[in-house]
């Protein structure tokens, strides 16, 4: 039988931010002993160093002479040193700075060698963060933006944390960092320019922003520090979002848009209200920000068409739940006290009450398509704010038991008709039990709804992994897979 080929390492290591000097005794001794050292340029000070030490090297500069841009390049370089690996060489590959700092080479040999399982280990090394630190006297838990002059751009720019800007290379890529960071910063705010940290010509110039791209100095080993801006000032403005719907709504906008209607729309507002919820259930700010804003273009969407047809228009939309705040914090707004929020619930509900005294019902106010769970809830909550209601839990399990009982009843009797209500009697009875547990009836269903799924999910993977189908299992297996599932939660 033919063996296979023998498998190699990566080793990846940092040159330093400046010369030899700043070379780790670790990154050293990987060099000396290297089966084959590879430079990712030989366009660095600390290289000189290597040369002096008569540690033999090769660089992929001329990849950069060929390559059509940056991006292919780093890519180039990551799948040569990735094959060399599989091919059974142990390469020790050595860029500028620290490997995990703004070195695109390394995240992309990292994510192939994994894919390819192939042996990695990258070692610390000094980047240039520490100089620009300590030259500046800054403290990065201060707050701190890290970004490359060749990705800048304009979304990923927050004017109120400090950045540091990578690599200007050039007086043409200066202009252009210059111009995206007009865009957010005044003309005259200042810079810092960061020429040849820890080399012998080492400068700090600071500029004005406009001036930016007049300066000489600019190479590979050129950052910038960007100050925050504390003068500037957010203002709030719906705007932008306001314009855009104005134009898919307008003749030489979109064909989908222009035919919408309220009731059109109305499934996707109520998809995206869910969408809201599962992500605050996750816990996930960004997809939060996310579907807030996809539900706020519902909201400007519909005051949109509202305002086409005369009825109301977005402001008014924001008037009046402004008002109807002010208004139900008098303790807020006006000269009401309060001891504790439970009084502050019962003057709101008070004041719900005199705003709404239009109503026939106490039951009124209730949105036909809520969700049953949640309809019930409400209903009940209602019910019971006029005195109608269960004085002890007891009671509710009393009801449940008797519900369930009927329940029973119906089904011996095969009546659908009646199986259906007596159902129905016991769901709601469960909801008023989960009232007076004070747990949401819906959220607990939602719950058990996605804890069934990840059950469900590892089912499907036991059978994938085993290549077999549901046919070939017995319910007692299957059960089994399943509480395994639940022993793994």
Same mark, same amino acid.
């Given at each position: ?13 940092? @040159? ?5 000097? @700043? ?29 002096? !030490? ?27 040193? =990735? ?7 142990? =390469? ?18 990292? /994510?192939?060698?994994?894919? /390819? ?38 979304? /990923? ?159 008014? =939309? ?65 019910? !019971? ?46 909801? /008023? ?29 036991? @059978? ?10 017995? @319910? ?14």
């Amino acid at each position: 039988m033919k063996r296979g080929k023998k498998m190699g390492s990566i080793s990846i290591v940092g @040159l330093g931010p400046s010369d030899g000097g @700043l070379i780790t005794r670790q990154t050293w001794s990987l060099m000396e002993d290297a089966q084959v050292l590879y430079i990712r340029t030989e366009h660095h000070p600390a290289v000189e160093a290597v040369k002096k !030490a008569d540690i033999e090297f090769k660089t992929y500069d001329d990849f950069y002479d060929k390559g059509e841009s940056f991006d292919v390049v780093y890519e180039q370089i990551a799948n040569d040193i =990735v094959k060399k690996a599989q091919d059974g060489m142990d =390469v020790v590959y050595a860029v500028p700075g620290s490997p995990l700092v703004a070195e695109k080479t390394v995240m992309l040999i990292k /994510n192939l060698a994994y894919k /390819n399982n192939v042996p990695i280990k990258i070692y610390s090394g000094m980047s240039f963060l520490e100089l620009i630190y300590t030259q500046l006297g800054i403290d990065p838990i201060d707050g701190l933006c890290i970004l490359d002059s060749f990705d800048l751009d304009k979304k /990923n720019i927050d004017s109120s944390v400090d950045m540091i800007i990578t690599q200007l290379y050039s007086k043409h890529t200066a202009s252009e960092v210059k111009l995206t960071l007009m865009e957010h910063f005044p003309d005259e705010h200042e810079v810092v320019l960061l020429y040849h940290l820890g080399l012998p010509d080492e400068k700090i110039t600071r500029v004005c922003l406009y001036e930016l791209d007049r300066q000489n100095d600019i190479d590979y080993l050129t950052s910038l520090y960007v100050p925050r801006h504390y003068d500037k000032k957010t203002v709030f403005t719906m705007k932008p979002l306001s314009d855009i719907i104005h134009t898919l709504r307008s003749p030489e906008g979109c064909p989908w848009d222009i035919i919408q209607t309220h009731k059109s729309l109305r499934r996707n507002l109520i998809e995206e209200v869910y969408e809201v919820i599962e992500a605050i259930d996750l816990n996930d700010s960004a997809l939060l920000c996310e579907e807030l804003g996809d539900l706020l273009m519902q909201i400007v969407f519909h005051a949109r068409m509202a305002e086409e047809s005369g009825d109301f228009s977005m402001q008014d =939309v924001i008037n009046g739940v402004s008002q109807k705040l002010v208004h139900r914090h008098p303790h807020v707004f006006g000269e009401v006290s309060v001891e504790d929020a439970g009084e502050v619930l019962l003057n709101w509900e008070a004041i719900k009450r005199q705003e709404k005294k239009d109503r026939k019902s106490v039951l009124d106010g209730v949105p036909k398509d809520l969700p049953a769970l949640m309809s019930a809830y409400k209903l009940q909550n209602k019910a !019971a704010k006029v005195g109608f209601d269960w004085e002890q839990i007891d009671s509710v399990w009393d009801k449940l038991g008797e519900e369930i009982t009927e329940l029973k009843m119906a089904v011996a009797r095969d009546n659908k008709t009646a199986i259906e209500e007596e159902l129905g009697d016991v769901l709601f009875t469960v909801v /008023n039990l989960s009232r007076f547990m004070d747990v949401d009836a819906e959220v607990s269903l939602i719950n058990s709804n996605r804890k069934f799924c990840r059950r469900f999910s590892y089912i499907e993977k036991q @059978l994938k992994k085993q290549n077999r189908d549901w046919q070939e299992f017995t @319910l007692v297996q299957l059960d089994e897979l399943w509480n395994q599932a639940k022993q793994q939660e």
